[in-house]
């Protein structure tokens, strides 16, 4: 089955201790993205990917790392979380970022929520 | 900066009534997409429309791209509750080497049996 998993769904932690949310995807997607969701504020990107080894930062960029090293694979690294990251999460894939048949059709993970005390 | 206005942001209606769902911005997109989300689960994309007045329509749903790309709306036509949940309209714009999407605020739908 076609998907993207995201782990874990649900996560408590404390201000400064480092995190990763791992996202993998089973589709042979190029292009891979992480938003968060919040409300009123609707999805916002934080970083996204082309290919392997290439990256680049979205709209709400800073507190987040990512990396992409093989491309199945795009972990979402918090190395000093804060409370103001408590969000959802979302991962994401498709084949490209054209409007091309087909090809812009994102698929989204399930979600991570996190919670940062 | 929220590029993109979506109204209503809430919705409560009764099982066979119709709706609308705005989707509007000062920007131009090349392309626009609608999701929804239901509790738990992250958007499932819906449609995407290119072309400027370019109209879809997906079963009781209809999608419209407006004629200078810079709006949209969703039409549902004699709603069911199977339709609740969170409506995502989404901008596709050009960001240098690769488009990006810019997501609307998002309009939750709750159809009463």
């Known amino acids: 089955e076609a998907q993207v998993t995201q782990n874990p769904r649900y996560l408590i932690t404390v201000t400064g201790k480092k995190l990763t949310v791992t996202c993998s995807q089973n589709?042979?997607?190029?292009?891979m993205s992480w938003y968060r969701q919040d409300p009123g504020l609707g999805l916002r990107q934080i970083y996204y990917s082309m290919n392997v080894e290439v990256t680049d930062k979205g709209d709400v960029p800073e507190g987040y790392k990512v990396s992409r090293k093989e491309k199945r694979n795009f972990p979402l690294i918090l190395e000093s979380p804060s409370p103001n990251q408590t969000s959802l999460y979302f991962c994401?894939?498709?084949?490209?970022?054209?409007?091309?048949?087909?090809?812009?059709?994102?698929?989204f993970g399930p979600g991570t929520r996190l919670l940062v005390l | 900066t929220q590029l993109l206005e979506q109204s209503p942001q809430f919705l409560s209606i009764q099982e066979g009534e119709n709706l609308t769902v705005y989707c509007n911005s000062s920007?131009?997109?090349?392309?626009l997409q609608w999701y929804r989300q239901e509790p738990g689960e992250g958007p499932v994309l819906l449609v995407t429309v290119v072309t400027g007045g370019e109209v879809k329509k997906l079963k009781r749903l209809t999608f419209q791209f407006g004629d200078a790309r810079k709006d949209s709306s969703l039409h549902i036509t004699a709603a069911q509750p199977g339709d609740t949940g969170l409506y995502l309209c989404a901008g596709e714009r050009y960001g240098g080497a690769t488009n990006k999407l810019i997501f609307g605020t998002g309009t939750l739908l709750a159809v009463q049996p």
């Open positions: 994401a894939s498709s084949l490209g970022t054209l409007p091309e048949l087909g090809k812009e059709t994102q698929y």
């Open positions: 589709m042979n997607h190029e292009y």
């Open positions: 920007s131009v997109f090349s392309s």
